[in-house]
């Protein structure tokens, strides 16, 4: 098989967006067209003010200024982008589904089959179609019945290629990858995919870093490593609960623990809980799998990470309103911090969310700062929350009556009774708490999400402070 020099991506967002920048940096003669059916996002990614690409990464924007309309090409044309392709990315969204067979549990495909359907209507001649999106197992066999029950005329051969890089490390973690992926069918189509796709990656990550399995493997490693992640989070919040019911410190616990080389001291930080499109969705994927294939203990066993999240979030909204006299009504609380982590501006799933409905509906007054997330994200990501809860539109806009978005920690703590901070962004270490406590209501609350802020430190400045699991 010839050198591929041609490839597009369906789908602009945190995925397609920069990897398919570093594929475009790391290779100067591979053509690289990224399509959305968002014109906005696409827009946004043409604008000359990088500081307003749609995806916030650190290191993304000198990437683009480098490369954006010499061989990276963002757009709507999806007829011409896929038709021109010799190898298509599919990296669009896979929600859970809302509605319909397997609701709150199954990813809703819908994205995924659009996207075949649209290779399969514009392509002339064959194509190797790579899966980036995280998916189902064995959702490559319904792509390739799409493709060739739409298109027989052209051969088209499926891959797994899933993405493994987090959000706010994005870039470092494209260049210095742990491991790629890649899965294919095991005939003689499949390795010359597979073999092309090797090709682009080692034009920067060292071949013993490439991992090539059968295509079902591959599907199924990337919801695996998920819920493994995920799991080490539920496992330290859960020891955390326990740690402040018998004067044991979880940083301590988690220092002592994680220094075993068996386990490891990386994701092992207690937290409010986690977030982020993925975890949560991966993980519900997983054990709807496990449901399906009547593997009943396998499912709860995963479950029960999901419910130690929304535990670990719930439990940190209740000791909020114990500690203020067992009542929030008309005090107002600053929340620090959106974003479901520090370094990027997205806050799908954001534990912000849930301990910011915890307190409306306990009758506080919410002001919330976060340097990165725009004030139309934060109010969508509430409405959102509550359409889903289907809270009726009157309470929601009396919610939203007691939303105040500020452009700075100090003005968002000003007259507060307590502080939440439930991002880990460096500005809330260093800004001069000083200040902030002279502005607070007494006593001055500090709930510290993330045990990101010297505790010490803190209550000698006359704070009484929560931190998660001390
Ligand atoms: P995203 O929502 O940021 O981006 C998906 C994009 O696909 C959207 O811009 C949407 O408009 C576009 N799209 C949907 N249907 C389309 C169509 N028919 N034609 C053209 N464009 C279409 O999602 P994301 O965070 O980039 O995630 C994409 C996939 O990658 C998901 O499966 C996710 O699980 C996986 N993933 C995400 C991350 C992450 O950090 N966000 C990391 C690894 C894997
Ligand atoms: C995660 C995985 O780390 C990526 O490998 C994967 O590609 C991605 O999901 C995906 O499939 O979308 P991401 O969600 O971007 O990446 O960020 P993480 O660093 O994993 O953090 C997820 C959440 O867990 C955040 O809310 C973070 O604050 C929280 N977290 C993380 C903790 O509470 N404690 C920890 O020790 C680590």
Redesign the pocket.
Same mark, same amino acid.
């Given at each position: 098989m010839d050198k591929i020099k041609k490839i597009c991506c369906?789908?602009?967002?945190?995925?397609?967006g920069p990897t398919m920048a570093v594929i475009a940096l790391k290779c100067p003669n591979i053509i690289v067209n990224v399509?959305?059916?968002?014109k906005d996002?696409i827009n946004k990614w043409n604008s000359n003010d990088l500081d307003d690409l749609p995806v916030y990464e650190p290191g993304l924007s000198e990437i683009i200024k480098k490369v954006r309309d010499k061989n990276l090409f963002f757009s709507c044309d999806?007829e011409k982008g896929i038709s021109d392709a010799e190898m298509i990315f599919l990296?669009?969204?896979?929600p859970t589904k809302k509605y319909g067979e397997g609701k709150g549990m199954a990813i809703d495909l819908k994205?995924v089959e659009?996207?075949a359907r649209?290779i399969a209507k514009f392509s002339k001649e064959s194509k190797i179609v790579v899966e &980036?999106?995280?998916?189902p197992v064995r959702t490559a066999e319904a792509i390739e019945k799409i493709l060739k029950s739409e298109n027989p005329s052209v051969k088209f051969e499926v891959i797994s290629n899933?993405?493994?890089?987090?959000?706010g490390t994005?870039i470092k973690d494209l260049f210095k990858s742990d491991r790629v992926l890649i899965g294919g069918h095991k005939t003689i189509r499949g390795a010359e995919a597979v073999n092309a796709l090797v090709e682009i990656y080692s034009n920067w990550i060292p071949n013993e870093k490439i991992i090539t399995t059968n295509v079902w493997s591959s599907e199924l490693s990337k919801l695996v490593s998920n819920a493994f992640l995920a799991q080490r989070i539920s496992s330290i919040n859960s020891i955390s609960a326990l740690c402040e019911s018998t004067g044991a410190d979880i940083d301590e616990v988690s220092k002592a623990v994680g220094k075993d080389k068996r386990i490891g001291p990386e994701f092992l930080n207690a937290s409010v809980g986690f977030g982020?499109?993925?975890f949560q &969705?991966?993980i519900l994927s997983l054990v709807y799998l496990c449901k399906y294939y009547n593997l009943r203990e396998v499912a709860s066993y995963w479950e029960a990470v999901i419910k130690i999240n929304n535990y670990q979030r719930n439990r940190f909204s209740k000791k909020i309103i114990q500690s203020l006299f067992g009542s929030v009504s008309e005090k107002k609380i600053c929340i620090l911090g959106w974003s479901f982590k520090k370094n990027t501006n997205?806050s799908r799933e954001s534990s912000a969310i849930v301990v910011s409905n915890n307190l409306l509906e306990n009758g506080a007054e919410i002001h919330i700062y976060d340097p990165k997330v725009e004030k139309e994200r934060i109010v969508s990501d509430m409405n959102e929350y509550w359409l889903n809860q289907n809270i009726k539109t009157g309470l929601i806009n009396e919610y939203l009556s007691r939303i105040k978005i500020l452009k700075n920690s100090k003005d968002a703590a000003k007259g507060a009774s307590a502080v939440c901070v439930l991002t880990e962004w460096e500005e809330f270490i260093t800004i001069d708490w000083k200040l902030i406590y002279k502005s607070m209501k007494r006593p001055a609350w500090i709930f510290d999400g993330r045990n990101i802020l010297n505790g010490e430190f803190l209550k000698n400045l006359g704070f009484e402070i929560y931190q998660i699991g001390k």
């Open positions: 369906i789908g602009a967002g945190y995925v397609g399509l959305d059916i968002n996002k999806i990296a669009v969204n896979t994205y659009d996207s649209l &980036k999106s995280t998916l899933p993405e493994f890089l987090a959000e994005a982020g499109s993925c &969705k991966d997205d």
